[in-house]
């Protein structure tokens, strides 16, 4: 049987500062010894302690024999700082070792009024090197409020930014300007806010009184046939006031104006010149019909029926018509002319007519006799075409120097015509094809 192996023990003294046995014990190789009890505190200064703080040897794990003494240290004591609001109540506290600073971590506010606000500026005790215990109090400095006074312009650009003190007046920039614009020019009025006692943020204002601008608007003529023009009138307007152009009437002409502007925007010459009323290849109506004029002149004008509107069954064309304030020949008949004569049986051509163009009477469904003036002098193509009544064409005078080949085509049925005495033998030439056709025949 195996021999029993001994445990070794080891003999612990402890011992007081002052080297007197307190207590012995044995502790087996390698455990932990059990200290006796011992007082916290064994002395003390003002603002000192003498605090055990453990043992010289180490006792968790002993391996010999030990003689061991406590340790003592003198320490700073330790005080506490209440912190109190201003009106009572304890906001917190704070343990300080002596000589140090509190950390101070409350950091307590005042609601300010409408004059003042309140800075919070410490403690009613000095908390640097703390060396007894206390309450405190917080300590609020007292300061006017101020507020930001903004000036700015009509147009929204800062003119002037101060900080005022409550119940003071705030010191306005320079009067500013404002800019003319083609309506109106500006003077300043004043701001829009009372400054003088400030209590709150503010933003004033500038403002301006408008004025409307004068100009000045003059009329100028070139009269016909002139190439100098003359200022007739000048006027001095406002801005926006109508332009009322000045009453001026020509016989036989047009007034035209370079500009026709309604209202006053600006300073503006207007310059009127003179058109002929009636210029060449111009169409103007009269009582239904329209005309186009050939000749402008004044003297000896001429124009072409373009269109002839007439519900009568006998038509005498005019061998003259007024247009505006001149009388012109209708020398001239145009394609299609009397297309809308539809009750039209009878027409009767004046001497002014000179030529008689392209299907002139296409679309007459009850025409039958046609009488060309004695002016007459050229006739165009398929003049009758589409008038299935038609029975006699009569020529009176003998001016007639070209007929279209095509002047009788599409005619449905034969037509009589008659030729002026003394010509009737070299006008028969012009429709000597529709003679021989038998679509004309004379007697």
């Known amino acids: 049987m195996a021999e029993k192996k001994r445990v070794q023990n080891h003999i612990i003294v402890f011992q007081d500062q002052e080297g007197k046995v307190i207590k012995t014990s044995f502790v087996a190789h390698g455990l932990a010894a059990d200290p006796p009890e011992l007082p916290r505190k064994i002395g003390e200064t003002d603002h000192h302690e003498t605090l055990f703080q453990g043992w010289d040897q180490d006792l968790n794990q002993v391996t010999s024999n030990l003689v061991v003494k406590p340790v003592y240290r003198e320490v700073p004591k330790k005080y506490l700082i209440m912190y109190a609001g201003e009106k009572g109540g304890l906001l917190g506290t704070e343990t300080v070792t002596y000589g140090s600073d509190a950390a101070m971590p409350f950091h307590p506010q005042k609601e300010g009024n409408e004059e003042f606000d309140y800075i919070f500026s410490g403690w009613t005790e000095d908390l640097h090197g703390v060396n007894r215990d206390m ?160 000749n402008p002149s004044v003297a000896a004008g001429s124009v072409r029926l373009v269109k002839y509107e007439s519900k009568a069954r006998e038509v005498s064309l005019p061998g003259r018509v007024l247009l505006g304030d001149y009388w012109y020949q209708v020398e001239e008949i145009d394609e299609k002319a009397f297309s809308s004569c539809v009750f039209m049986n009878e027409l009767k051509l004046p001497a002014e007519v000179k030529l008689v163009g392209k299907k002139a009477f296409s679309g007459c469904r009850v025409l039958q006799t046609v009488v060309l003036g004695t002016g007459v002098r050229e006739l165009g193509p398929e003049l009758f075409s589409q008038s299935p009544r038609l029975k006699e064409i009569r020529l009176t005078g003998s001016n007639l120097k070209k007929v279209n080949r095509d002047v009788c085509e599409k005619m449905v049925s034969p037509v009589r015509l008659l030729l002026p005495a003394g010509a009737a033998d070299r006008m028969k030439g012009f429709f000597e094809r529709y003679l021989s056709m038998g679509k004309l025949y004379i007697r």
């Open 135 to 294: 309450m405190v109090r917080p300590v609020f400095e007292e300061r006017r409020r101020q507020f930001r006074v903004r000036f700015y312009h009509e147009d929204g650009k800062l003119l002037k930014a101060d900080n005022v003190l409550y119940g003071y007046g705030a010191e306005a920039p320079e009067d500013p300007k404002k800019d003319q614009d083609p309506t109106y020019y500006y003077t300043f009025s004043g701001w829009n806010k009372d400054y003088s006692t400030i209590t709150g943020p503010m933003n004033v204002r500038a403002t301006f009184e408008s004025h409307y601008r004068d100009y000045m608007v003059r009329f100028f003529e070139t009269a016909p046939g002139e190439s100098r023009e003359t200022m007739i009138e000048e006027r001095q307007l406002h801005f926006g006031d109508d332009i009322r152009l000045p009453a001026l009437v020509r016989k036989g002409y047009v007034l035209k104006w370079d500009s026709q502007p309604e209202t006053v925007t600006d300073h503006v010459d207007l310059h009127a010149s003179w058109d002929f009323a009636n210029p060449k290849g111009k169409r103007c109506h009269k009582d239904g019909s329209v005309y186009e004029i050939v």
